[in-house]
């Protein structure tokens, strides 16, 4: 059991330092001239993501993107065509972070939880079994 823990800890502690690193990441700094000559052509808006393809915005904003922006780029369109063929289902909540964690560190009884607490939220039970799942995985890999 203190093998679990010791485990389960240190995966926390990976997961919110990797996450906490966007925050402090390197940004242009407000006196940058590449951030200062921005001209009206230049900037995006809603349509032009869903719109143009990556080369496209790449030639608009005259200049290369980087892997994680074109990556980003790809995934906000994704979400957007998602979000455009199903408009009664809403984004991912927060609900889902909670339903995945209580069933992650409080297993079973976590999900019971999820039930009495999140009753017509299908998503929020789902993540609750999902974090069961995830967290018996690991107490089983531990054991072996």
Do not use: C
């Not at 994680?68 to 957007?80: D, E, F, G, W």
Request: aromatic share 8%; no cysteine.
């Amino acid at each position: 059991m203190k093998k679990f823990f010791t485990s389960l800890f240190l995966g926390l502690g990976l997961l919110l330092a990797t996450s906490s690193y966007a925050g402090i990441s390197n940004l242009p700094a407000a006196n940058d001239a590449a951030v200062a000559n921005v001209t009206e052509d230049a900037k995006l808006g809603i349509d032009d993501l869903r719109n143009l393809s990556v080369k496209e915005i790449e030639a608009k904003i005259g200049h290369d993107l980087t892997w994680k922006q074109k990556l980003a780029i790809k995934v906000l369109k994704s979400k957007a065509t998602k979000a455009e063929r199903h408009p009664e289902k809403p984004a991912t909540s927060t609900n889902n972070i909670i339903g995945f964690l209580l069933g992650l560190l409080l297993s079973l009884i976590g999900v019971l939880i999820t039930y009495v607490a999140f009753q017509g939220e299908r998503s929020t039970i789902k993540a609750a079994w999902i974090g069961f799942a995830v967290g018996l995985l690991l107490y089983i890999l531990v054991l072996v």
